[in-house]
């Protein structure tokens, strides 16, 4: 089974630009979460989907983040504009409703000029 | 604030020794799992242990979890250049039904040396 895809891999903005990153979930998975890692503050969320209704929006990252999920196999983080303090991998991982287990994508490293 | 965090920023063990890694927590919660993420990847589950369980294993990994102390620990034995790593404690905030998520600790760095 595919895991959970994520692309690009490695972006490179410049401050103020839009940027979307991508999110393929494992099939069948009825969650889907977006994450920020930092050294800093580790992981921390940004927004849940559960069955493609948006549960969680991230509180302090509502006004320049906003994640969709236009089917159960595809969701888009677009971060507008953007700023250097972005600069951070941003995780997808999903899950079977209940399981507990998360499965990650690798990671989208932004950098933010 | 931090629900979940490890009590180590970094630990480094030579090849074939033992390590354990500590966790503890602020709220109660039905079930705490320990992840791994090597260089470059994304964590990947190793254990989930749920509030009634004290003990759980998977091949060289034993986590277990003390409710009463709000604390967790993961240990290696016979440690492999392989599990360095940094590993994470997560818990769920929710129920597991209408809005279930996890918070993750800060991560442990452990480093494995020939």
């Known amino acids: 089974d595919a895991g959970v895809t994520q692309t690009p891999r490695h972006e490179v903005a410049e401050k103020g630009q839009t940027i979307i990153l991508k999110c393929e979930p494992v099939s069948g998975h009825n969650d889907l979460f977006w994450y920020r890692q930092t050294k800093i503050q580790g992981l921390e969320l940004l927004s849940y989907f559960r069955s493609k209704s948006l549960m969680e929006d991230g509180g302090a990252f509502k006004d320049r983040f906003k994640a969709e999920m236009l089917n159960s196999s595809f969701s888009t983080l677009k971060i507008q504009p953007t700023e250097p303090k972005d600069s951070a991998v941003y995780l997808c991982?999903?899950?079977?409703?209940?399981?507990?287990?998360?499965?990650f994508g690798e990671g989208s490293k932004l950098t933010v000029l | 604030s931090q629900l979940a965090e490890e009590n180590s920023w970094a630990l480094s063990v030579h090849e074939g020794e033992s390590v354990t890694v500590n966790c503890s927590y602020k709220t109660s919660i039905t079930a705490l799992q320990w992840y791994r993420q090597k260089s470059g990847k994304g964590p990947a589950q190793l254990i989930l242990?749920?509030?009634?369980?004290r003990e759980k294993r998977n091949g060289r990994l034993r986590a277990t979890l003390d409710t009463s102390s709000q604390s967790s620990s993961l240990s290696i034995t016979a440690t492999r250049c392989e599990d360095t790593a940094v590993y994470f404690c997560?818990?769920?905030?929710?129920?597991?039904?209408?809005?279930?998520?996890?918070?993750f600790g800060k991560g442990t760095l452990l480093t494995v040396t020939p």
């Open positions: 991982a999903s899950s079977s409703r209940g399981a507990g287990q998360l499965y």
């Open positions: 242990i749920r509030s009634n369980e």
């Open positions: 997560a818990t769920d905030e929710g129920s597991g039904g209408s809005n279930y998520k996890l918070t």
